[in-house]
Every structure is written in structure tokens, then in C-alpha cells.
């Protein structure tokens, strides 16, 4: 079967007939490819959202005969990212046979237990709650799907209706229910009921579709989809303008991110009164067109419709009523004004658990916002990590274009409170949070580091990346930093063009680190340079040059940081990379040794000041780190290597010998200096951590 791009304006057509044809018949293989391709386009489903599966003949290793196994997204999984070890294979009758000891709604959660007996694949992830879905429908490939367009018609108030007007008697029709088996015996209900239909809609849900090969399903999920978009893209024209028109004038997009940057941090540390959180904005066209409308008061308290929508933002956000154009600029004041609407959304969010919890609900979970709306400059959202918080903003983003359709189709309709309560706080739910893997000892952190562009300071964002933070890394080179940069995967670093002797620049990169993950707890002041002369050779402009580098620089670094830190609240943790140099006296060394001391000494002064804050100031220094360290490339390596009567070539080895323990100093051993301060001396406060194999005329005591 071939088809035209061209037909679809509304989804991507992303099959490669080729790379289908590397696959084979190996129909697993070819499942996994549609799912992929599937998962690649945010309007057919979100991440983490909808699910695929196959069914194939295999050899039954009991008795060698062929019995037919269901293969299907695991619990937890990802169509877009899914692979062979994501995946669960089931006996499809022994599934099917659960009709027999099914007992009713109230014994759903006993049937997911079940599933496990019905495992082929040892190897299986476990099954997830839509395996019954899948399972009770004869067809060989199936997709259930999270699209817009889809949710839209489900969520409109004449839901069934419309699916009529649309698909006429191709489609089925089933009302909302919470996933599990009875939902899949209604799916098949529907199907005996109307033989010969290409899918079924599920209201306030999604959609199912199915075809007798991977392609077919594929092809008839996207016209499925393609016609409703049609038919909303028509309504909406119709209509001549969505929400009610605009409300609220949008700011300049500069001045969005000017004050969006601004408040990140208040906000973040709101969000935080539980467990700290990272965060995510954004001011897309789709999301400004509906923040600003006149329907905001009226459709964003009324929650999101899909499951998966609510499960990741909450059952609705929070509205700020702060004008647009509102000075931000003291934080006393704005908290003032946000604090309030924190406790009211906090207070709501604790009446509606008290209001629909049952006697074996787990307890009320984190009651702060996910999603924060600020008419006139955009959408805030806040979860544990950058993922799971920049996810959250596309399924919200995912929720508008539902009320759009719906809107325009009709009316858009939510799930009764208690309908969301019994997904949002559902024991199988509450079972897989409880799987996650344990977070790692600096998630939910955020970390600025100057001089990451390479050496000690790419080292150190490395480490406290490894350990779970968040990144934003700072230098003057931007090759360097786009180079560092492609190492990390998505949602953990960012990058800024930095130069630490300029106040403005350093401004930059916190409205980035702000801006970027929603404020900053780790600052670590890498950059630096260092010039080797003895006092006569020695200049005014190596002088000036290193006191700007390492001091000035660091002293506006960290008061800009302490600045953000003060608005978040959640204390943090500042880092000066100094040297042995400004401890021990030695020649050639007046201009940088002394730069180094004045960076030591700045860290115990700011200890004193900032430890009634949490704010945790210590230094570690480094000492003969050659391999890997940028200043080892210039004229420094030179000047140490004459001060010292031998040559370039011979200093790695000079500097192993010199020191107690005869070892080789590496930028990744300054980076565990730096993690110790950070991940695990949390109280410590106004030290130094010597990094240089043990030098005993460079101990601090």
C-alpha cells in the first residue's frame, strides 16, 4: 500500500519504506517502528501517552505448538522511545480467557495481578493497565492514541454525536471510563456491535484504531486523525476567532523572557515548600492565543480531560492576577502578591483529596501547582525534574488544543472530580510511582559553572550531572561550549556565552540558568587563567587582567547568584576553584598567587555572612592538574616550567613527584572535590578541600 505525504496536513507521514523493508516480516520489529514514528509527533501522542501492540504465532515452549502471543508497550513506557526491552508479550487466550474470573468493576485491581500469568515472554516489562484493551480486540496491530484533534471530539459535550457526523458508521463510540478490563470488554462489545468499523473513540479519552499489518494500522490511525483535524480546522474558521478573542495584551516576546526570568526563581521556591522543584516556561503562540482569552477564567479551572493530561499537570494550574505589565522587580512586594494564591490553590487542591478520597487512598500528595498561567507572558510549569516539567508543559500545551477543538466543535466537557481523583490517586498508580528508581543525590539541583567549556570546569559540570543536577554551563568560548554541550542528553544542561569580567554578561547567564531550569543552588566560579612572571616582568595589565578573571569576576558572580538564591529560598551552595598558590609562597607567582588568596579569603568572608541563609560558601583547590587543564595550553606551562629549571615536557612528571602520595592530578579529581562539598558535607561551610596528591606546605592548618 503507498500513499501520498501530501494527503496529510494536519500529522507527519513518516513511514520509510525502505527501513520498513530492512525489518522484514519480523512484525515485533515492525510494531516497534510504527510506535516510534508514532511517538514522533507531539499531536498524535505525548510522551509517556497512548499505547501500540501486535499479535504474532510462536512456538508455545510447553508443548511446541503455535499459540498466538500479544506483544505490547509495557507499564511506564514510551511509544516514541520504545524498544524490544520495553515491551510485554502475553498468551492472547489466556488473556482473553480472564473473562471467565472477571468479577466486576470493583475487581480491577486484582486483575492486573492476573495479567502476570498470562506472561510468554519471561523477559516481559510488566503489563500495563491497557493490556486488556489491546487483548480483547481480535485485529493484528492496534494503536491507542492520545491525539488532539481525537481528544477534542471526545471531550466536546455532544461527543457521540459528532463522531457520527464525522465518521458517519465507521467509527464506534464508547462513553468515558477509567481503563482496566471492563473497558476492554466495552471495546469489544462495541466492535460485535458494529462489525466492519475502523475504530473506536473513547470519550473524554483517545482513540483506537487497527489495521491487519503494521502499515495499515499505521495508515488508518493517521486518517482517523486527519479527518477530525479537518473537520475542527473548518469549525474554527467557521467560528472566526477561538476563547472568546483576547482578553489580555501579550508583552514584547524580550520582555516575556525579561520578566518571565524574573520570577522564575519566587515561583520556583513557592513551588518548592514540599521538595524542591525545576522548572520550564514557555510562550508559544498556542499558549499566549490562550492564556490571554477572554474563556481563561472559565476553562482553565474546569481541568484537563484526558487522563494522561491531568496525571502530569495537575487536575488544573493556577492563574496568577498579576497585571502583565506589573514591576517585578522587588521580591518582597511580588511575593506579597503571590504567596496568597499559593495558599488559596494549596487549600483547593486539599479539599478536593479530602472530598474524594477513599478509606484506602495513599496519602494527599505534593498540593503545589504544576502548571502556573501568567496572562500577557506565558506558562510556568514545575515537577522534579527537567523532563518530567518540560513533558508536563506539552501535555498542558496538548490540553489547550483539546479545549480549542472542543470549543469550536461544541462545548469542551471535563472528567467529574471524582472521575480524576480515582485516576490521579489510583492504588496501580500509586504502585508504579513507588517503582521509579531512587533519585540520585543532586536531582532537583541546578547548577552554574563558569569556565565549562573544557578542563576542571567541563569536569565539574560532568560530575554534578552524573550525580543528578542540572547544568548550565558558562564560558567565553562559545566553540568550546557547543562542543561541551553535545555530550550531555536532552533535559540536563544548558549553555551561555560568559565573560565573568562583565556584569552584564554574568546577568545573562543566570536569566538563562532562570529561564532555562528556574533558578540556580550550585554556583561554581572555574573560570580563570593564570600568568606566570617574576615582579619585574610582571604588568599592570596582568595584574588588572587577573584580579577581573578571578576576583572581580568572582565577586559579581556570586553576588548575582546569592540575589537569585535569596528569591528561591532553598539556601544553596557556591564554589570557588582556587590554587595551592594562594596558600604557599613561591617565585614567579606575585600577580596570580595573589588573586588566588584574595579568591580564598572572599569565600571565608561570605561563609560568615551568607551561612544564616543555608548558603554554603567553600573553596577547593586544585594544584598540578596538567592533563586536560586549559591553562596548561598556553604560556603558563612555560613560566612554571622555567621557574622550576625543567623542561615543558617534564612537568606532568614534576608535579606527581612532588606530592605525598606520588599521584597524577586529573580535572575529574577536582570535580569529586566540588561533588563532596555539594553532595554530601552539607554542613560545611567556609572550607578548603585540597586537591593536589597531599602538599604539606600548602595544608591550611
Not at 543536577?469 to 557547543?482: G, T
Amino acid at each position: 500500500m503507498s500513499i501520498d505525504i501530501k494527503e496529510f496536513k494536519h500529522v507527519n507521514y513518516l513511514w520509510d519504506e525502505e527501513r520498513a523493508l530492512e525489518l522484514g516480516d519480523d512484525q515485533v520489529a515492525l510494531f516497534l517502528y510504527r510506535s516510534n514514528i508514532l511517538g514522533a509527533d507531539l499531536r498524535i501522542t505525548n510522551y509517556g501517552g497512548g499505547n501500540t501492540s501486535c499479535k504474532t504465532i510462536e512456538k508455545d515452549p510447553l508443548n511446541g505448538g503455535d499459540v498466538e502471543v500479544m506483544w505490547i508497550k509495557g507499564s511506564g513506557g514510551d511509544i516514541g522511545t520504545l524498544d524490544r526491552s520495553g515491551i510485554a508479550g502475553l498468551y492472547t487466550e489466556r488473556l482473553r480467557n480472564l473473562k471467565h474470573v472477571y468479577r466486576g468493576l470493583h475487581d480491577e485491581d486484582r486483575m492486573v495481578g492476573l495479567f502476570n500469568h498470562c506472561i510468554y515472554d519471561l523477559d516481559s516489562r510488566a503489563p500495563s493497565i491497557d493490556t486488556p484493551l489491546h487483548g480483547l480486540l481480535p485485529f493484528k496491530h492496534i494503536d491507542h492514541l492520545h491525539p488532539d484533534a481525537l481528544i477534542a471530539v471526545a471531550a466536546a459535550k455532544d461527543s457521540e454525536r459528532v463522531t457520527k457526523e464525522i465518521w458517519g458508521d465507521t467509527m464506534g463510540w464508547v462513553p468515558w471510563q477509567r481503563p482496566g478490563f471492563d473497558l476492554g470488554l466495552q471495546l469489544e462489545k462495541c466492535l460485535n456491535d458494529n462489525p466492519g468499523i475502523r475504530g473506536i473513540v473513547l470519550g473524554s479519552h483517545g482513540l483506537f484504531t487497527w489495521g491487519d499489518t503494521s502499515h495499515e494500522c499505521y495508515i488508518n490511525s493517521l486518517e482517523v486523525i486527519e479527518k477530525a483535524s479537518d473537520y475542527i480546522e473548518k469549525k474554527i474558521k467557521g467560528k472566526g476567532s477561538v476563547f472568546g478573542g483576547a482578553k489580555v495584551k501579550s508583552l514584547p516576546s524580550e520582555g516575556r523572557k525579561e520578566k518571565a526570568a524574573r520570577l522564575m526563581p519566587l515561583l520556583r521556591g513557592l513551588c518548592s515548600s514540599e521538595k524542591r522543584m525545576i522548572g520550564h516556561f514557555t510562550d508559544a503562540d498556542v499558549v499566549m492565543e490562550y492564556i490571554n482569552s477572554n474563556d481563561l477564567q472559565r476553562l482553565a479551572p474546569m481541568g484537563t480531560s484526558c487522563p494522561d493530561h491531568f496525571l502530569r499537570t495537575k487536575i488544573q494550574p493556577l492563574v496568577l492576577t498579576l497585571d502583565p505589565k506589573e514591576d517585578v522587580s522587588d521580591p518582597e512586594e511580588v511575593l506579597k502578591k503571590l504567596e496568597p494564591a499559593f495558599e488559596q490553590y494549596r487549600k483547593e487542591y486539599k479539599e478536593y483529596y479530602e472530598n474524594c478520597k477513599h478509606d484506602n487512598s495513599p496519602a494527599m500528595r505534593d498540593p503545589n501547582p504544576v502548571i502556573i498561567i501568567y496572562p500577557g507572558v506565558g506558562m510556568f510549569s514545575f515537577s522534579k525534574d527537567k523532563q518530567t516539567t518540560r513533558v508536563a508543559s506539552e501535555f498542558y500545551v496538548n490540553a489547550i488544543n483539546v479545549m480549542r477543538g472542543a470549543e469550536a466543535i461544541s462545548a469542551y466537557t471535563s472528567l467529574p472530580r471524582q472521575e480524576a481523583f480515582d485516576i490521579e490517586y489510583w492504588l496501580l498508580e500509586e504502585a508504579k510511582l513507588q517503582r521509579m528508581p531512587k533519585e540520585k543525590p543532586l536531582s532537583r539541583k541546578i547548577a552554574l559553572v563558569t569556565g565549562a567549556g573544557g578542563g576542571i570546569g567541563k569536569a565539574i559540570a560532568d560530575k554534578l550531572a552524573e550525580q543528578g543536577a542540572n547544568v548550565v554551563l558558562a564560558d567565553i568560548a562559545e566553540d568550546r561550549l557547543k562542543e561541551a554541550i553535545g555530550t550531555y542528553k536532552r533535559d540536563v544542561a544548558g549553555y551561555v556565552v560568559c565573560d565573568v569580567t562583565d556584569k552584564k554578561s554574568i546577568q545573562e547567564a543566570f536569566k538563562t540558568a532562570c529561564l532555562e531550569f528556574g533558578g540556580v543552588d550550585i554556583i561554581i566560579h572555574s573560570a580563570g587563567l593564570a600568568i606566570s612572571k617574576p615582579l619585574e616582568e610582571t604588568t599592570s595589565e596582568d595584574w588588572d587582567l587577573l584580579q577581573n578573571v578571578l576576583v572581580k569576576g568572582q565577586f559579581e558572580l556570586f553576588k548575582q547568584g546569592v540575589e537569585v538564591m535569596d528569591k528561591q529560598d532553598l539556601g544553596g551552595d557556591i564554589i570557588s576553584i582556587a590554587s595551592k598558590n594562594g596558600l604557599v609562597s613561591g617565585p614567579n607567582n606575585v600577580a596570580y598567587g595573589t588573586a588566588k588568596a584574595a579568591q580564598q579569603h572572599m569565600v571565608r568572608l561570605l561563609a560568615a555572612e551568607l551561612g544564616p541563609k543555608d548558603i554554603r560558601v567553600n573553596t577547593v583547590n586544585p594544584d598540578g592538574v596538567i592533563v586536560g587543564s586549559k591553562i596548561w595550553e598556553g604560556e603558563w606551562a612555560e613560566g612554571r616550567a622555567k621557574a622550576y629549571g625543567i623542561k615543558v615536557e617534564e612537568l606532568p612528571a614534576h608535579y606527581a613527584k612532588r606530592n605525598l602520595m606520588n599521584k597524577i592530578i586529573y580535572p575529574g579529581d577536582i570535580a569529586n572535590g566540588v561533588f563532596a562539598l555539594v553532595g554530601i558535607l552539607d554542613k560545611s561551610t567556609g572550607s578548603i578541600i585540597n586537591v593536589d596528591g597531599g602538599m604539606a606546605n600548602a595544608f591550611v592548618r
